[in-house]
């Protein structure tokens, strides 16, 4: 049984370009969250996809962007990357029960450090 | 962005001994999780929590959630050195986490 997998693991992109970072959640799993963590701090909630379609977003600009894909894979594209933007993004998956007991399982990441 | 107040910060302990840790929020959450972050990996599940004043044990682990469904605290006993990381709390509501900053744990033989 697969677990979240992400790519690719590390990536060095240069201030003012795009990125696009990769998700296939956890077998059996329908929903994908994207979080940020910056070195220190705990993740930070930046949007979640269920049936293709954004459904719920935290505080990030519309530089950050998202899709999912019929097969439940989802895709975090970053614009006009900042140095700010250096960070650990984590892909979270889960099954859509509702808005309890949605166990959420976190792949291990895409190291983007921005130059 | 929002987190929760996670503590302690840091703790440096011998092995064998026990270890508790806290969070607290201002807002209410109707699930309460912990996870484990090691260097260059991502947050692994350890314990969750569903209902206010539910006590969950996870082989060494204990958690609890909060009467008041804003706090929640995690127990280690008998700490080994595979304990040392990084352990977060996070509160989740509707379709989110928010997390905690942190508390890193070191064991020292």
């Known amino acids: 049984d697969a677990g979240v997998t992400q790519s690719p693991t590390h990536l060095i992109k240069t201030r003012g370009q795009q990125v696009t970072l990769r998700c296939s959640p956890k077998?059996?799993?329908?929903?994908v969250s994207w979080y940020q963590q910056a070195l220190g701090q705990g993740p930070q909630f930046i949007f979640q996809y269920y049936e293709e379609e954004e459904r719920q977003r935290g505080n990030f600009p519309d530089r950050f962007s998202g899709h999912q894909f019929p097969n439940y894979s989802s895709e975090l594209n970053v614009n006009a990357l900042l140095l700010g933007d250096s960070a650990l993004y984590l892909c979270?998956?889960?099954?859509?029960?509702?808005?309890?007991?949605?166990?959420?399982?976190f792949g291990e990441g895409s190291w983007l450090t921005v130059v | 962005g929002q987190q929760l107040n996670q503590s302690p910060q840091s703790m440096f302990i011998q092995e064998g001994e026990d270890v508790s840790m806290n969070c607290t929020s201002s807002s209410i959450f109707n699930t309460w999780l912990w996870y484990k972050q090691d260097p260059g990996e991502g947050p692994v599940l350890l314990i969750a929590l569903y209902k206010a004043g539910e006590l969950t044990s996870n082989g060494r682990l204990t958690a609890q959630f909060g009467i008041t469904r804003k706090d929640s605290f995690l127990n280690i006993s008998a700490s080994i050195p595979s304990d040392v990381g990084i352990y977060f709390c996070?509160?989740?509501?509707?379709?989110?986490?928010?997390f905690g900053s942190g508390t890193q744990l070191t064991v020292l033989p």
């Open positions: 996070a509160g989740q509501n509707a379709r989110q986490l928010t």
């Open positions: 979270a998956s889960s099954l859509n029960r509702g808005l309890s007991g949605n166990t959420i399982y």
């Open positions: 077998s059996g799993h329908d929903t």
